[in-house]
């Protein structure tokens, strides 16, 4: 065997190792041989040197050499060993022994998504990896989507985790198999050297991990040569912050704060960090240091130690043994078995076995090692069924050290080992084993207990200061409880009852200490000091709720479990009730009736909100029913018996129990059945109070119990706080006379003096003298008004199963009807309105649809749920788990509602479920005497006309009240032959005195009038009771007919009203609108159209309106041009002054706010930055327009000077709030920013307006001119020659070569015509020739020309300089206005905003014209007017030579140097820049400025030929065809033959291989396509230069754009004639083949070309946009989650965050990816917007789901993902969990967003909304 192993090794001296462990292991001594070999080689592996053993210098290389090494030298002959052969062939051998795993198990990372199903899942923990839920039934299902926090692993095909499917399809595979035990499988000499080898490595590994002696190692270890060096080691606390560590470091080892940053964020990772290197001396310094700056009074040092490297070594190796053994063992089941085995084996020293060891020593490990150790218990011991047992054994035995040890821990719970439970406790088999056979429920109550109580006499006593200040890490006992009893078992034996009861015991314990906590006493005259701590007891309840209501399920599923604990509450409560001696009674009569009731003043004794005993007991008591028990049968109070075994055993148990710990009292041996009064007076103080402090008389005792009386009533809480004491006093109620039971009530609300004085003259019980007697009155109004509340509640409240006779269903239905009522709402909204029960589920999805239809959402807001209208009459107004303002808002929509639909404005009392047998009797509340008297003795009070004791809320409930008497009256006549209810007979004794006459005095009072339609409604509701009753009695006909008439007759008034009402709401209507309209017209400025149509003419609305379009066909270019008449931006309203301004020439000048931001959105070589921005030649402009500058404005217009005014106001604003503290301002004063004062848009220039050239340059002058298309280019093209031949001849002359850029210089006119034709001279003489006559003054002021140079300095500094310099406003000379770029800049974002315009509206699919926002259409036109007259304002030598630069490029001689080839051209910056300069080609020193030539229009038209001509070619040659084919029945057209030759040509010109010759047709197509953006573009340039107004067909959409836009153009339709001569007639516009040929030989287009398609820019040019999204957003989840930290060796990253832009991944919020710029530190976000997005971003957060927008380092904000649930609701931060899907139309929105580059605006705009945005730091994102 040896043999053959060294022959498989080359070379290699493992062969060598591996037969020296083939012979130790033969001689037994395994272990010595390994750790011999280890002593040596493991030092000299790792830790060997300062640069490795240092944390942040550890170099990619220097990892990576340390882990080849361990690789190579450790592991490698380790595995050879182990498998007798080659590792990679043995391990694939066992694992095809392996049963098919039925388990899937997959171990989740942070941020990895999971999936739970909400119709199978046994609890919310269970849940599935992505690939097995993607294969399971599930998917159809209701699922919840989350992603992981790590840890955890997958549940597919664990039988406990799913009600049904719990296979997927990958896992069901593995069913059927037969087990076998997997050690038998293995071959026999594998298995015998694992059982030695994985003891061998695990022992070594948990020894080194748990080594202590930090100075050396153990003996066995000990290396021959010893090394004298240490380092000190800096470990992880969650105390001390990022900051403080970095401080400490900085101070210790000397280090920038750079370093310091990377190796805390090392700490924080790994859990510590080695800090310095070497001798023990420096390193003990070292440690001091840091100790002493990291403790102060309120906080441990951080813990340091300085550790022998050697030490260091064999851990880092032992973490690579255990990540080994995982490895391993994932390979073969039978190994995992044997490492089980191995780990669960108890050592026969008696020690703990390995597997305790860690368990117990968990705390004391880093945070890697704990992960290691628990990943590794989690593959190996979790993953065995037998294993997972024992070692669920080992964990409840040591459940309550290992608690208490992470109750002293600082360390996060994911790290802890308690994150373990959830993986056992939920498995219901499992949890049910332990608690039979280890006692797992009083382990974990008893654990929870000792933790935060302390025991005194029998009695818990809860130790507030514990739960006050750790609560957060108490609480885990009581969520293992939650999972420990999810699953309520469905078989009992005697063991489980016995155990179950001993932990029952354990609650009720806890339970009795927490009964009458944080008790308050009523404050009168002082305000109360301080306001007592209260959270604490309610953190307690809201964790421990859901356990109380669980264990109260469990004991509903037994009868006999259900009356031991039932007893067991009812010992409790009368414990606390104490004797008799202690309850003081005391007599009280109302209306002949007397009772006895218990005598405690509310408002003078304590009183507590807590009372978990009697709400217990109220649980239990809905379960009797179902058992066939009731509240006085025997079974409950009899003599128990102790002599059934069970008894026996729990005796003995209690023995033993009172023997170990706290002695707890629980004899039971006989029991009294508790009198109705002890059930009622606890829950009835705390009602009673909550009513006082609803009635204000607890003002004085501050937040505290206003807080808590809050969440009393709180969805979260009420389920058993409120709900439960209700349950308990209708408990009470159901038991007592009714009379008894409303006169003990009235006396805890202390109105018997109100009840018995009927003439008014006292007040309420409460004579304190402090009070004045108007509070008095007020305390007592308010107290009957909640008097009155709390019996329509006791008495209609129904909708509990076991109360009423209602189910579930019924139950969620009622509360979506009453969330309803108070206004349609989203799905989230009343999820979150409703109780969620253990899983989370309200219930909602099965009912909602029943009651209400549900309404999608548009592009903005949520989908919402409305009630159907049949569920209106179910409302009612006093709803307990309405708030105040539920209850106002939802009447007052109800009010809103009957009153649109003309019905009566009542809203009576629903009908209402009947009870059930056991609450029966609560309805004798209604009828009884005491009622009776009450409601009479309230309307009286209402008639009588001096009473102050009334009020309206008062009658309203009366009113209620009364008609719930006779709903119930009535549903008693309906249902049953024979009643007892008798309210209509009580209600009309008395005859004037009576209920009935109270009521019909009242009708028609004034003071009632809110109510006036519900006391109709009683009336009515009365007789017809009345009626029944007769009926039943036989009663006459006669009586019946005059009642309906009455009830017809106040029906018909009705009616007649709500027509009245209808009416007037009608006319309302109408004049509303006619205010808005008016409104609009006197404030048009303030809408968006302000400035621009204002000045249009009737005549200038021609667009669109077929009517008027004159029969000439528009032409905007050339000689021939049609008039101007769509003319903006003529006159405006300056939004500062409110003056009216004429824009004329010579006038004031005004300007729009505007804002210029670099930008790289239209982006085709994505990436690409701007290297060097003082070499950036902005005038040959590349294709792929990687770098431009946009321009955008909010179209608010302003006086040059009112603007500056206003400007320099905000700058000294600004500087003198700097002076005093830094307010973070949305926008930055010193870049020039702010807000327009109008509309607050993000503004950072202004764009003078200036007067339409129609205005300034008559158009007849140049249509007298005629040069000839060939002749315009034969003079240019001499042009070009002769200087070029002028600057080499320069050149030559300096005879030295310098840096300088050569310059072209102008030539003199007359050199160039003098050698042309005369008629060809004459013509270009006079086209170029400067005007002196009109021209020779400028017509502009000084004003337009400073804010145009100011304009153009913005784009100058946006363009080029990032962060663009401070720019100076206002006059002064800027440093930059020497650069001869400056006024090119502004050309540049003329043509670029245009472009971007373009591709805005081709990306929506709008026409072209007609469809931009005014926003839009007076940007573009506001652009090209300072452009196109920046020409003849600069310095007119200037503007030549770039003239000549761009000729130079377009019709090239000889080659120049920074002259690019056509290919790398953008024709339309061309044409644009063309335009503009041809007009001073020809300026000499004597040209004045301002001057302007007479050809402009020819010159036009020539270019755009000229210019178009060039494009083609570009098109031509960067073709890429793959494939020819011509469609059928196409005939080859002659343009399409023109253009194959042209293709042809071209390409053969360039040297270019052609291996596909499309067809022609193929070829026009293409042709056409592409040139269409340039076409467009030009299109709208010369639309607003010119005014020409556009071609109808242009104005729609779907129409095919080609023909007409050539047609505006001057352009031929057939575009090939302008390269080719056909049909030889000469049509005077070829551009002729040496142009062409001399286009395809100028250098670099052959290197383009070659160099593929993939580097040319495609053509058409398509719109950029946003990467596309998935469409489920779990793959978003996915993305995110395989992503790791590019920059810490494959970690996750926390925030994973995607650029929309790019697509891109980052590792945003987080100190590992965060890099400088400008020296500041940013995160990965705001590094990337400077690369990818020129300073602005989009990007996707995944784990939040959210948009970011970034602008700038600074500012940005959260925007709602374009990711919607079925119910049309985004989901920030997943909190729901709903399936996720793309919402294609808010995604669009999103694109547009970018694209029109309004990312900045509405950053700003947000960011002034929403303060919180601006506390934000945006850059570390
Ligand atoms: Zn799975
Ligand atoms: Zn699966
Ligand atoms: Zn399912
Ligand atoms: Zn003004
Ligand atoms: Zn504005
Ligand atoms: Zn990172
Ligand atoms: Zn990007």
Redesign the pocket.
């Known amino acids: 065997m040896a043999a053959k192993i060294a022959g498989n090794l080359e070379g290699c001296n493992v062969s060598i190792i591996v037969q020296q462990l083939q012979g130790a292991y033969e001689r037994g001594q395994l272990k010595n041989a390994l750790y011999q070999y280890w002593a040596q080689q493991v030092p000299k592996i790792f830790f060997t040197s300062a640069e490795v053993a240092i944390s942040t210098q550890r170099t990619p290389d220097a990892v990576q050499s340390e882990e080849k090494l361990s690789r190579d030298v450790l592991f490698e002959p380790l595995e050879w060993f182990l498998c007798g052969g080659n590792p990679a062939a043995v391990f694939q051998q066992l694992q095809s022994l392996n049963n098919p795993p039925q388990l899937?198990g997959k171990v989740f990372k942070v941020g990895e998504p999971t999936y739970s199903c909400r119709d199978c899942c046994a609890d919310p923990t269970c849940v599935?990896?992505i690939?097995?839920f993607n294969?399971?039934t599930h998917k159809t299902h209701r699922y919840r989507m989350s992603t992981s926090g790590g840890g955890g692993y997958?549940d597919?095909?664990d039988v406990e985790a799913w009600k049904q499917d719990p296979?997927?399809?990958?896992?069901?595979q593995g069913l059927g198999q037969q087990s076998q035990n997997p050690i038998e499988k293995l071959p026999p000499d594998i298995a015998a050297r694992a059982w030695e080898v994985l003891k061998i490595a695990l022992q070594y590994a948990v020894d080194m991990l748990l080594w202590e002696q930090m100075g050396g190692l153990p003996q066995d270890l000990e290396p021959s040569v010893p090394q004298n060096t240490y380092v000190t080691m800096l470990f992880n606390d969650e105390i001390h912050t990022y900051e403080q560590v970095i401080n400490a470091l900085t101070k210790a080892i000397n280090c920038e704060s750079k370093e310091a940053v990377e190796f805390a964020t090392v700490v924080d990772r790994e859990g510590r960090s080695s800090v310095r290197y070497g001798n023990r001396k420096s390193c003990d310094e070292a440690r001091t240091v840091i100790q002493k700056s990291t403790s102060s009074v309120r906080s441990k040092p951080l813990k340091v130690e300085v550790m022998h490297t050697s030490v260091c070594a064999h851990q880092a190796f032992a973490q690579k043994v255990l990540n080994w053994l995982g490895q391993v063992v994932n390979h073969s089941d039978g190994l995992r078995h044997i490492l089980c085995t191995t780990a669960l084996q108890q050592p026969p020293t008696g020690d703990p076995c390995v597997v305790e060891r860690l368990m117990l020593a968990d705390t004391a490990l880093w945070k890697t090692a704990r992960v290691q150790c628990h990943q590794i218990m989690m593959g190996s011991l979790l993953m065995d069924q037998e294993s997972k047992k024992q070692f669920s054994v080992l964990y409840t035995r040591n459940y309550p050290q290992v608690q208490k040890d992470f109750m002293a821990d600082d360390h996060d719970h994911g790290v802890s080992i308690i994150s373990l439970s959830v993986q056992i406790f939920t498995v219901p088999t499992l949890a049910r084993y332990l608690i039979m056979e280890h006692d797992l429920l009083a382990i974990v109550i008893r654990t929870f207990l000792d933790q935060c109580a302390s025991c005194r006499h029998g009695r818990y006593l809860l130790d507030r200061e514990k739960l006050q200040k750790n609560f957060r890490r108490l609480q885990f006992p009581l969520l293992d409880l939650k999972y420990v009893l999810s699953m309520v078992p469905d078989q009992w034996n005697d063991q489980l009852k016995r155990k179950f009861l001993n932990g029952f015991k354990i609650m009720v314990e806890l339970l009795t200490s927490m009964q009458g906590m944080d008790s308050v006493t009523r404050q009168v005259g002082q305000h109360i000091e301080m306001e007592p701590e209260w959270e604490s007891a309610f953190n307690l309840q809201i964790k421990l709720a859901p356990a109380v209501a669980m264990m109260a399920g469990w004991c509903a599923t037994d009868k006999m479990v259900l009356i031991d604990a039932f007893r067991i509450v009812v010992k409790a409560l009368l414990e606390i009730r104490g004797t008799a001696d202690t309850v003081k009674m005391c007599k009280r009569r109302v209306c002949d009736q007397e009772a006895i009731v218990v005598d405690y003043t509310v408002s003078r004794e304590p009183v507590s909100i807590h009372l978990p005993i009697c709400r217990l007991l109220a649980g239990l008591y809905l379960q009797l029913g179902k058992h066939g028990l009731t509240f006085n049968s025997p079974e409950l109070y009899g003599p128990l018996d102790w002599t059934s075994p069970q008894a026996r055993l729990s005796r003995a148990s209690e023995i033993a129990h009172r023997a170990s710990a706290c002695p707890t009292p629980l004899v039971l041996a006989r029991s009294q059945p508790p009198s109705a009064m002890d059930l009622l007076e606890q829950p009835l103080r705390t009602l009673v109070m909550i009513a006082q402090v609803h009635a204000e008389m607890w003002k004085r005792n501050g937040y505290s119990l206003f807080h808590q009386v809050y969440y009393y009533h709180n969805v979260r809480c009420r389920a058993e706080m409120q709900d439960k004491d209700i349950i308990m006093l209708q408990v009470a109620c159901a038991q007592m006379d009714p009379n008894q039971f409303l006169i003990a009530l009235l006396n805890k609300f202390e109105l018997m003096n109100w009840i018995e004085d009927v003439t008014e003259k006292g007040g309420s019980a409460t004579d304190v003298s402090a009070e004045s007697t108007r509070d008095l009155l007020r305390f007592t109004n308010s107290l009957v008004e909640e008097f009155l509340t709390f019996l329509i509640i006791i008495t209609g409240e129904r909708y509990v199963p076991g109360i009423g006779q209602v189910s579930s269903e019924d139950m969620v239905r009622r509360e979506v009807i009453h969330q309803l009522c108070i206004s349609p709402m989203a799905h989230s909204e009343l999820s979150k309105a409703l109780p969620e029960n253990n899983n989370y589920e309200t219930g909602l999805e099965g009912v909602v649809h029943s009651v209400a239809s549900f309404k999608k959402p548009g592009v903005t807001g949520m989908g919402r749920y409305e009630l159907k209208p049949e569920f209106y009459k179910d409302y009612n107004p006093f709803f307990y788990h309405y708030t105040r303002a539920d209850q106002s808002k939802s009447e007052e929509a109800q009010l809103k509602r009957k009153k649109q639909e003309g019905e009566s404005t009542a809203c009576p009392p629903p009908e209402l479920p009947a009870l059930s047998k056991e609450f029966s009797s609560l309805v004798n509340v209604l009828e009884c005497d005491v009622f009776v008297h009450t409601i009479r003795m309230v309307l009286r009070r209402v008639n009588s006309s001096r009473s102050r004791s009334w009020t309206e809320a008062m009658v309203h409930r009366a009113l209620h009240l009364v008609g719930m008497a006779l709903n119930e009256e009535k549903r008693l006549y309906q249902t049953s032959p024979y009643i007892r209810f008798n309210f209509v007979k009580k209600a009309t004794e008395g005859g004037s005195n009576s209920l009935y006459s109270a009521l019909h005095d009242l009708l028609g009072k004034p003071r009632i009038q809110n109510h006036a339609d519900l006391l109709t409604w009683v009336i009515d509701r009365f007789d017809e009771v009345k009626d029944l009753k007769d009926q039943k009695q036989g009663a006459s006909d006669a009586q019946k007919a005059k009642k309906v008439s009455s009830k017809s007759k106040t029906d018909a008034e009705r009616k007649k009203k709500a027509e009245a009402a209808r009416k007037r709401r009608e006319k309302i209507l109408a004049q509303m609108s006619d205010m808005q309209k008016s409104f609009i017209r006197d404030n048009l400025e303030l809408f968006e159209a302000t400035g621009t149509e204002l000045s249009s003419s009737p005549s200038m609305e021609v667009e669109g309106s077929p009517m008027v379009v004159p029969s000439q066909y528009p032409v905007a270019v050339g000689p021939d041009r049609s008039p101007a008449t769509h003319v903006t931006l003529t006159t405006s309203t300056c939004i500062l002054c409110q003056e009216d301004q004429e824009v004329a020439a010579g006038n004031k000048c005004v300007v729009l706010a505007a804002y210029v931001q670099r930008s790289t959105a239209l982006s085709k070589s994505r990436g690409k930055v701007l290297e060097d921005p003082d070499k950036y030649d902005p005038l040959l402009v590349s294709p792929d327009l990687y770098h431009g500058v946009h321009t955008s404005t909010c179209g608010h217009v302003m006086h040059a000077d009112c603007w500056q005014r206003f400007y320099e106001a905000i700058v000294a604003r600004e500087q003198r709030r700097a002076l005093r503290f830094r307010h973070i301002l949305s926008y930055e004063v010193d870049r020039g920013e702010f807000l327009c004062p109008l509309c607050e848009t993000l503004s950072n220039t202004v764009i003078p307006i200036l007067p339409p050239s129609s205005t300034i340059q008559p158009d007849s002058v140049s249509a007298d001119i005629s040069l000839s298309f060939s002749d315009w280019l034969d003079g240019l093209k001499k042009t070009v020659e002769a200087s070029q031949r002028a600057m080499m001849k320069e050149e030559e002359d300096k005879m030295e070569s310098s840096d300088d850029m050569p310059v072209l210089s102008p030539c003199p006119l007359p050199s160039i015509t003098k050698n042309m034709a005369e008629m060809a001279a004459q013509g270009f003489q006079q086209l170029f020739e400067y005007m002196t006559e009109t021209g020779a003054q400028a017509p502009y002021s000084d004003s337009v020309k400073e804010m145009m140079k100011l304009f153009s300095r913005a784009t100058y500094t946006n363009m080029l300089h990032d962060p663009p310099l401070p720019t100076k406003f206002g006059l002064g000379l800027d440093p930059n206005d020497d650069d001869d770029r400056v006024p090119i800049t502004a050309w540049g974002t003329c043509a670029y905003t245009i472009r971007t315009l373009e591709w805005l509206l081709r990306d929506q699919g709008k026409p072209l014209f007609g469809s931009l926002s005014s926003r839009q259409a007076d940007c573009i036109t506001a652009l090209v007017r300072v452009v196109t007259v920046s020409g003849s304002l600069s310095d007119p030598q200037t503007i030549s030579k770039s003239a000549l630069r761009l000729l130079s490029a377009l019709l090239p001689q000889e080659p120049m140097k920074n002259i690019p080839c056509i290919l790398d051209l953008d024709m339309f910056f061309t044409l644009v820049f063309l335009h503009v300069t041809i007009s001073s080609l020809y300026c000499d020193e004597n040209t004045a400025a301002g001057g302007t030539i007479r050809g402009v229009a020819l010159n036009d038209k020539h270019l755009m030929h000229l210019v178009t001509a060039a494009h083609l070619v570009q098109i031509l040659l960067a073709a890429n065809f793959t494939s020819a084919d011509t469609p059928m029945d196409t005939e080859e057209t002659a343009e399409g033959s023109a253009w194959v030759k042209l293709f042809m040509a071209v390409r053969k010109e360039a040297g270019v291989q052609t291996p596909v010759v499309p067809s022609g047709w193929q070829l026009q197509t293409y042709v056409r396509e592409s040139v269409l953006p340039f076409l467009r573009c030009s299109a709208l340039f010369f639309h607003c230069h010119t005014g020409v107004q556009s071609p109808a067909q242009l104005q729609e959409s779907g129409v095919s754009e080609f023909e007409p836009l050539c047609q505006y153009l001057a352009l031929p339709a057939d575009l090939s004639s302008l390269l080719l001569q056909n049909s030889g007639a000469d049509v005077g516009h070829v551009v002729p083949h040496t142009i062409h040929s001399k286009w395809c030989h100028y250098p670099g287009i052959k290197e383009s070309l070659a160099s593929g398609p993939a580097s040319l820019v495609k053509y058409p040019v398509e719109v950029n946009r946003l990467v596309p999204l998935p469409h489920d957003y779990s793959d978003v989840i996915n993305r995110g989650s395989v992503f790791t930290c590019p920059r810490s060796d494959g970690d996750d990253s926390r925030a994973p965050t995607m650029c929309l832009v790019c697509g891109q991944m980052l590792c945003s919020q987080s100190y590992c990816c965060q890099t400088d710029l400008e020296g500041e530190p940013v995160g990965a976000c705001t590094a990337h917007i400077y690369t990818c997005g020129a300073g602005v971003g989009i990007f996707l957060r995944v784990r939040e789901c959210q948009i970011l927008l970034l602008t700038g380092k600074t500012k940005g904000c959260f925007y709602p993902s374009p990711y919607l649930d079925d119910y049309g609701e985004h989901d920030q931060g997943l909190r729901r969990g709903n399936p996720l899907y793309l919402c294609q139309e808010r995604y669009r929105k999103l694109q547009k967003l970018w694209l029109s580059h309004s990312i900045p605006e509405e950053v700003v705009h947000f960011m002034e909304a929403n303060a919180s945005f601006a506390t934000i730091e945006w850059q570390h994102l």
């Open positions: 899937c599935f990896c690939e097995c294969k399971s997958c597919c095909g296979w997927c399809d990958i896992h069901k």
